[in-house]
């Protein structure tokens, strides 16, 4: 937190409350900045590097971007199947369904590029759910 942050309603206790009404409104004022430049950037009325430049002489951050990341993980997982072809399947419908449960993911795009059902290895008999 910087300087210019507010430190919110338990910083306003006691005899700063002047001070700490100061803060919160200057603290109001900052965010209002930024989403005023951030709005005129994405409406092309305001360069980007026009509106960092300004948010800097602010002592603000640069504004936000937006990044779509793609992001490679490999995952093992043991599931029940009668072949490799279906214990794909079933791997890659558990991985997205999980992707796309989980929380504050948003705009998530999940591709299969890369399968490999005939890397998958036989375990030991399912001797639970045979």
Known sequence: MNQHQSQGPV???GDHAQTCAAQHTLAQLRKEIRQQ???AVDAE???LDLANGMLE???MQPLNHLWKVVVTVPITLEVRAEDAESADEVASS???NALRNAADVHELDVRWNERHPED???GGVDTENP
Do not use: N, S, V
């Open 11 to 13: 910083a306003c206790a």
């Open 37 to 39: 430049f951030a709005r």
């Open 45 to 47: 009325a305001l360069e």
């Open 57 to 59: 002489c602010f002592d």
């Open 94 to 96: 558990l991985i997205e």
């Open 120 to 122: 998958a290895e036989p």
